[in-house]
C-alpha cells in the first residue's frame, strides 16, 4: 500500500483503515510513505498498526525534504524499495 496524502485528508485515513481491516483478517500489509503521508509516520494510529504487524517504510528522501527526523518509527527507505514491494505482492493500492 502506498500513501502520499497528508495524514488530515481522507485518503490517509482511508488507507490506515484498509490497512487495519487486512490485518484484522490475517493479511501482510507493507505500507510506504511517501510525500506529505511521511508527515503521519508518528501518529498513533499508525505506530498502533504498526505494533500489530503492519511493515511501515517511509520515504527517506521525503522526510528529509520536510525537516521530519530519520528514526525507528518507521523503515525509511528510497524509491527502490517502492519497486520491491510492488512486485512481490499480490495486490498493489495507491491512496493519492
Given at each position: 500500500m502506498l500513501l502520499s496524502t497528508r495524514p488530515d485528508q481522507p485518503g490517509f485515513k482511508?488507507?490506515?483503515?484498509?490497512?487495519?481491516s487486512a490485518l484484522k483478517e490475517g493479511v501482510d500489509v507493507y505500507l510506504y510513505c511517501i510525500d506529505d503521508a511521511v508527515?503521519?509516520?508518528e501518529q498513533?494510529?499508525?505506530?498502533?498498526l504498526a505494533a500489530q504487524?503492519?511493515?511501515l517504510y517511509a520515504c527517506a528522501y521525503a522526510a528529509q525534504r520536510?525537516?521530519?527526523p530519520v528514526n525507528d518509527k518507521a523503515t525509511f527507505a528510497g524509491l527502490a524499495v517502492v519497486g520491491?514491494?510492488?512486485a512481490a505482492t499480490d495486490r498493489f493500492v495507491s491512496f493519492n
Amino acid at each position: 500500500m502506498l500513501l502520499s496524502t497528508r495524514p488530515d485528508q481522507p485518503g490517509f485515513k482511508h488507507g490506515l483503515g484498509l490497512a487495519e481491516s487486512a490485518l484484522k483478517e490475517g493479511v501482510d500489509v507493507y505500507l510506504y510513505c511517501i510525500d506529505d503521508a511521511v508527515h503521519g509516520v508518528e501518529q498513533p494510529l499508525l505506530q498502533s498498526l504498526a505494533a500489530q504487524g503492519l511493515k511501515l517504510y517511509a520515504c527517506a528522501y521525503a522526510a528529509q525534504r520536510r525537516g521530519l527526523p530519520v528514526n525507528d518509527k518507521a523503515t525509511f527507505a528510497g524509491l527502490a524499495v517502492v519497486g520491491d514491494l510492488i512486485a512481490a505482492t499480490d495486490r498493489f493500492v495507491s491512496f493519492n
